[in-house]
Every structure is written in C-alpha cells, then in structure tokens.
C-alpha cells in the first residue's frame, strides 16, 4: 500500500501533471464562483473529452476540478449572499454578515482554511478506513438514513432564530414543498395544480437563490450602499489571516464537523446540502454563543465549510469501492470510470490500487491548490464588497437568473426563483426562518422516501432491527431533551429579569 | 408592522388549509407524511395568530391608527424585480443581460459611460462563456426567435 501512496503521490505532483492539476482547480473555481456553472454539470460537459485519455490522467484531472467547485462557490456565498453551489448555503448564513459587518477578508481565510483542513481529514479518514469501511457502509440502510434525516430535522429547534413557534411552521412547510411532484410510492401527482413543470418536483437551486439572494438584492436596492454596511473595514491580509487562525482557535469544531462530514459522505444518497446543515446545527448546539449564529459568528463559517470538503472524502470512497454515488458529481465521477473502462467496485482497492491512491492524493492537493488560490485572491475579493450598490445590483440579479436557469436550463425555474425571493422577502421581513424552511425541504423528501422503503421491505417494527437507527433515535430524543432542559434555567431566569424591570 | 405580521401568519394559514384540502384526495400513503407535516404547521399558525392578535391589542388604540406611510422606494423595487422576470420571458437571456445593467444604472443616475461600459461587458462576457466556450442554450425569449425564425 506504500508503494501505491508514494506512486499517487509522485504521479500528482509530476511535473506533467502539476499545470494540468493547476488548470483543473483554476476551472473549477470559476465553475464554483459563478452560480449557473454547477459542478456535476462541468463534469458531464468534459466527459466526452475524456475518451481517448489516459485513465489515470483524465480522472486526475476530473477530480481536483471537483474539489476546487465547492471552494469556488463560497467566494459568492460569503461575498453576495448569492450561494455559488447548494453546498454552500449554511456557509452563507454566517459567512455574508460578517462581509455586511467589514469582515469579508476573515470569513473567507476562515472557510478556506476550514475547507482545505477539512479535506485533508477527509482523506486521511478515507485512506485508513480501507480495510473496514465495507461492513459500516453496507449496515447504513433505509432505516439509519431516514433516521439520519430525523436528527437533521430536529435541528430546526435549535438553527431557527427568535420565535420556535415561527421556525416549526418554517420547517413544516418546507417539508410540504418538498413534497410536490410525483409520489415515487403511489404515482400521484401531489400538489401539481395539474401543471407539467412541478411534475418532477421542485429544484433546490432556484428555492435557495430566490430565498437568500433576492432578499439581499432587494436590500441593496433600497439602501444603494455597499454590501460592506461599515466605512473603515479590514480587507488586507493580516484580516484574511486573522480568518484562517480563527479555524486553528475552534480546532475542536473543525474535528467534530470534519468527522461528521466524512461520516455523511461515506452513506450513498446524503449529500453535502444535509451535512453542511447538520454541521451548521451542531455548531449552534454546541456553542458557547449560539445567540450570534447567523450575526456573523465564525463558528458558522468555519462548521459547514469543513464538513462539506471532509464529505467528499467519504463520497469518493463510497463510489470508488462500493459504486455508490452520494451526488450528482459523484454520479458523474462513476460514469467517466466507466467510459474509460474501468468498473467501480471492490477491485478498485485491489487491482487499481495505484490509481485509487492517486485520486485521493488528486483530492487532496485540489483542495490545497484551491484554497492557496483563493488564500491569495481574498485580498481584492473581498474589496468588492466596497463597490457601490448601484453596480453590483444588476450584476447580482444577472447571477441569480444564471444560476437558477442553469440547473436543468428551463426559463420557469428563474420565474420560480423571483416568487420565492418575493418569499424570501416576506419571510425576513416578518422574521420567519428561512434556514428551518429550507432544512424542511431539503430533508422532507428524505424523511418521506426511507420511511416508506423501510416499511414496506422491513415492516411497520423496522427500527427495532437496526441497532444504528436507534442509536440515531435516542441521538435525536437526547438532542431534543438536552435543548429543552438546557434551555428552562435560561428561559427561568429572562423571566425573572423581566419580572424584575417590571417591578423596578 | 404587527399588523403585517397578522396578516402573513393569516396568509399561511390559507395556503396551509388550501394544501390541506388537496391533501386529503390523495390515497393513505401519499397523503400521511404530508398530513403528520401538516397538522401541527396548522395548530402552530393559530397559536401564532392568537398571539399576534393579542401583541397587536396590547399596543393600544393610538399606535393602531398609526399607518404604515405609503413606500414609493419598496414600490419601485418590486416594479424592478417584475420588470426584470417580462424582461427576460420577452427579451431572452442576452437580452436581457445588456438591456438590465444599462436600465438600472441610467435609472440610478449613473453616467452613460459606465452605464453602457458595464452593459455590454457584462454581455461579452456571458455570451463568450456560456454560449462560445459552453455551448450553454440560454432562454431566447418570445421576440428573438420570432424574428430571425
């Protein structure tokens, strides 16, 4: 095995390699920066290039232009409150105050750091699993992944900000959204209103673009100041460095969220849009401040950003070893394995031993080539958080068409994305949670589907047969109890304060 | 704005109890998820309604009369937002990527230089990624394929 890490190794960092390495994390940036280009879909375009290429080579390739996309789509998440990817959405939630609040310069040292140190755990994790990785992939059936997606919803407790009331209803009826579309167990058209675009349900991009970035637009609009709401701000290096020692401070929630990523992304079918918000959860939760989650706490940079790039450890060893993707790039990962022959599955780790080592070396140091990039580039991004608003207005609105319409390239989902961002307004302006809605509906259809498969092959008692589902069950009822309890001191003595100011 | 919050908890609970009748045609196993979502969503919005009321009697007769002034600038934003949607269902993407910075910005009183500068980078730049080095098929519109077929 030594021999096959020192051959990935040697072969990635060769010198006819390293430019092409170099021009597949400076694609892959662009890719993630701008909101239209996701991706998997850059992977699928550059499929048909691959045929007559150097397996190793061409897969060397795909693979770092992979890793940079995540890196890239932070940039605008943080910077514009417009998410570059669907992965990085919670990344968002902390990530653009503290741009509002001056501090770009420190959120993105801080999420690129988070997300290269990430990386590397990811793939430490995945190198060692190797010898007993299969029987903990193959025990995560239905019931643990509809109970995985349990616990996810009963973060909502803790990720909605002021009313619990108000972050329920939220999540509610974001599970309802996630419903819309054809019933896989049934047929029945649910919530259709009989009109052909909603037949296969209701894309994610356009949901979160409208949701999150509309509202900002709007704000902009009416303020016509720059994002940056401060006049003295610190976008020089010594900020951006300030962002990555920030990572090295909460070392602790770069561990707990780089193992919970990889964990997430070992299970085939849970994807980054689920980890990054089960990470963002945990961080609240486990928070000494949770009350500025959301504000511009570090915190909430640093927990999702590290559990999204630790992830795709994880997925890539699901995929290569087992077959199983975990997402769409992972799909189109499988597939350019199988157009340059060579099938997914246990032989990968014993007749492509080379090669399997080579991907993970190629999944590192994309990640650490992207982040170097970004490192440098920090500086004058985060000066265009100093532009006047009247300029970055139609840009952004140009990025929000882009990136809607780029999905599936269909006109309705950039209409689509105009009426939830009429939403997404109302949502803000009346303080509802946006972030229980879209946890709801990211995870709702989840919920529905592993139930369903769980009963109808494991019977109503199903999670009694599964000792992981129950350990995520008494998790969830534990996490629950934990809040609430925490919660009755604090919630005991705001009343006594309130008592006490009435009567004085 | 109490009163506002009032009515978009009321508006909720419209569309809630609308998806509740759709629900309820739908056969036991496509409609229980929706249904175990949907009941406590329902019970929440009343108790959200009640205490809006509540909060909205307890501030007294005199702030209740006080009206939210009519915002011309909220107006003018939303005419954008609707403006930009017929924009690019008639103009087409292209269109409406030369057409929208160029509007905005000569609606903002910035100068024509910038205005047109900005306009048509920002339509060089997405027609050489997306549609020459992509290949992307970006939305035409209703005008531009009537036109040239």
Not at chain 1, 260 to 266: D, E, F, R, V
């Amino acid at each position: 095995m030594i021999e096959a890490v020192a051959y990935g190794i040697a072969y990635v960092l060769s010198v006819h390699m390293l430019p092409w390495v170099f021009l597949g994390v400076i694609i892959g940036l662009v890719v993630g920066i701008l909101p239209g280009l996701g991706g998997a879909a850059t992977l699928a375009i550059l499929l048909p290039i691959i045929y007559n290429l150097d397996a190793t080579f061409a897969l060397t390739f795909l693979i770092v232009l992979h890793a940079a996309v995540s890196q890239g789509g932070v940039v605008t998440s943080i910077l514009f409150g417009v998410p570059g990817e669907s992965v990085s959405v919670a990344t968002m939630l902390d990530g653009y105050p503290l741009t509002q609040q001056g501090h770009a310069g420190r959120a993105l040292g801080a999420s690129q750091m988070a997300s290269m140190l990430g990386a590397i755990f990811g793939g430490i994790v995945l190198a060692s699993l190797i010898p007993i990785a299969r029987p903990i992939i193959l025990a995560f059936g239905s019931p643990e992944i509809f109970m995985m997606a349990i616990l996810g919803i009963s973060f909502v407790s803790v990720l909605g900000r002021g009313s619990a009331i108000k972050a329920v209803i939220t999540a509610g009826l974001g599970m309802i959204l996630a419903f819309v579309g054809l019933h896989a167990g049934t047929g029945v058209l649910r919530y259709t209103g009989g009109i052909l675009y909603f037949w296969e349900g209701i894309q994610v991009v356009p949901v979160f673009m409208g949701l999150f970035a509309i509202p900002e637009v709007i704000d902009l609009m009416r303020k016509g100041e720059s994002l940056a709401k401060v006049e003295q701000a610190s976008v020089g290096r010594r900020d951006v460095w300030e962002g990555c020692k920030d990572v090295f401070r909460h070392w602790t929630l770069l561990l707990r969220c780089s193992a919970i990523g990889t964990a997430l992304g070992m299970i085939p079918g849970v994807g980054g849009v689920v980890s990054q918000f089960i990470c963002y959860g945990h961080a609240k939760q486990t928070s000494k401040r949770p009350d500025l989650f959301g504000f511009g706490n570090i915190e909430g940079v640093i927990a999702p950003e590290s559990g999204n790039n630790a992830k795709e450890g994880g997925s890539l060893f699901t995929a290569l070893a087992f077959g199983l993707p975990s997402g769409a790039a992972m799909v189109m990962i499988l597939a350019a394995l199988m157009v340059l022959g060579i099938r997914p599955g246990p032989e990968m780790i014993t007749s492509h031993l080379d090669l399997f080592w080579t991907l993970v070396v190629s999944l590192i140091v994309g990640n650490v080539l992207s982040t170097l990039i970004c490192l440098f580039a920090a500086r004058p991004l985060a000066r265009i958080t100093f532009i006047k608003g009247n300029l970055l207005v139609p840009i952004i609105i140009l990025l929000v068409i882009l990136g809607a319409y780029g999905v599936k390239n269909n006109i309705y989902d950039v209409f689509l994305a105009f009426v939830f961002g009429g939403i997404g307004y109302l949502m803000k302006a009346y303080d509802y949670s946006r972030v229980t809605f879209t946890i709801g509906f990211v995870l709702g259809d989840y919920v529905e589907r592993y139930f369903l498969i769980s009963v109808s092959s494991l019977g109503p008692d199903f999670l009694l047969g599964s000792p992981i589902a129950l350990i995520l069950l008494i998790l969830t009822i534990l996490g629950l109890v934990g809040r609430g309890v925490r919660g009755l001191p604090l919630r005991f003595f705001r009343r006594l304060i309130s008592k006490e100011e009435e009567e004085g | 704005m109490r009163r506002g919050n009032l009515f978009f908890a009321v508006f909720l609970l419209l569309v809630s109890l609308l998806i509740l009748r759709a629900t309820w045609t739908y056969p036991f196993k496509a409609k229980l998820f929706p249904l175990i979502t949907l009941l406590p969503v329902l019970i929440l919005l009343m108790i959200q309604i009640i205490r809006e009321i509540s909060a909205l009697k307890e501030k007294g007769a005199g702030e209740r009369r006080k009206k939210e002034s009519f915002d011309r600038k909220r107006f003018i934003i939303w005419a954008w937002m609707l403006g930009t949607v017929l924009m690019l269902w008639v103009l087409g993407f292209m269109g409406t990527v030369v057409l929208l910075p160029f509007l905005y910005l000569r609606f903002q009183r910035e100068s024509w230089l910038l205005s047109i500068t900005l306009s048509l980078g920002c339509g060089v730049f997405f027609y050489t990624l997306f549609d020459l080095l992509l290949r992307m098929t970006l939305y035409p519109g209703l005008i531009l394929p009537g036109v040239f077929g």
